[in-house]
């Protein structure tokens, strides 16, 4: 079974400031590894995703995640935040397919991370 | 259309009513998954479809939930004689899954249920 932490249930940052959320995982396969971001009621929308090749992991509006697996961790940075930042981010593993029909795919969530940017 | 949709966006029921929760996949995605989201629980992921079939049922709550496919497409949540402790956002998610859990999954807005 896999399970996923989120160190940090609630982030306050300043706004241009840098910002790492954190992320830990537990898993005795081989996982995939996500970031999703929501706002405030919506759905999620997926930031970057490790999947193999290099551990460095860039994805859209600005953000990178380092998958270190001797840490079993896959922490999210970004430089420089702004105020539409805000909002709560959860990291997600899935155990990798080998094959047609062998995993399921679901996501195993941490319980989230709310980011606050004040101005 | 161009995502996953999901209706209705919100719903208010009396304990004890059942409840239908749709949700539309982006058109040519076989892969099909219910989340529940709750204060309490965090995001749960509650059953899969590939296809019409649901390979493991095992992630659902209680034999109260149940959950179908039709032709590839639509799925149907079903909560029988809700509790207050159903309430909760549902997000439905698709994706085309060629492999395994390397493709991403495209959430939907959610419907969030309120159980009085």
């Known amino acids: 079974a896999q399970s996923v932490t989120q160190l940090d249930s609630q982030v306050p940052v300043f706004e241009e400031a840098p910002v790492e959320l954190r992320c830990n995982y537990s898993?005795?396969?081989?996982?995939?590894l996500f970031w999703y971001v929501q706002y405030p009621n919506q759905g999620l929308q997926l930031l970057l995703k490790?999947?193999?090749?290099?551990?460095l992991v860039k994805g859209i509006k600005g953000v990178e995640a380092q998958f270190n697996k001797s840490q079993t961790s896959f922490h999210l940075r970004k430089p420089s935040v702004h105020i539409s930042d805000t909002a709560e981010y959860f990291c997600?593993?899935?155990?990798?397919?080998?094959?047609?029909?062998?995993?399921?795919?679901?996501?195993?969530f941490g319980k989230g991370t709310k980011l606050s940017v004040k101005p | 259309g161009a995502g996953v949709s999901q209706s209705p966006s919100n719903k208010v029921t009396e304990k004890g009513k059942d409840v239908e929760l749709r949700c539309d996949p982006i058109?040519?995605?076989?892969?099909l998954y219910w989340y529940r989201q709750s204060l309490g629980q965090g995001l749960e992921f509650l059953i899969y479809?590939?296809?019409?079939?649901?390979?493991?049922k095992s992630g659902l709550p209680s034999d109260r939930f149940s959950a179908e496919r039709t032709g590839g497409s639509v799925s149907t949540l079903t909560i029988q004689r809700t509790q207050q402790e159903d309430s909760a956002v549902y997000l439905c998610?698709?994706?085309?899954?060629?492999?395994?859990?390397?493709?991403?999954?495209?959430f939907g807005p959610g419907t969030r249920l309120l159980v009085l």
């Open positions: 998610a698709s994706s085309s899954r060629q492999r395994g859990g390397r493709e991403t999954q495209y």
């Open positions: 898993s005795s396969v081989s996982v995939y």
């Open positions: 490790y999947l193999s090749g290099s551990t």
């Open positions: 997600a593993v899935s155990e990798s397919g080998w094959d047609y029909g062998g995993s399921q795919g679901n996501l195993i």
């Open positions: 058109s040519g995605h076989t892969a």
């Open positions: 479809f590939q296809g019409n079939s649901a390979p493991d």
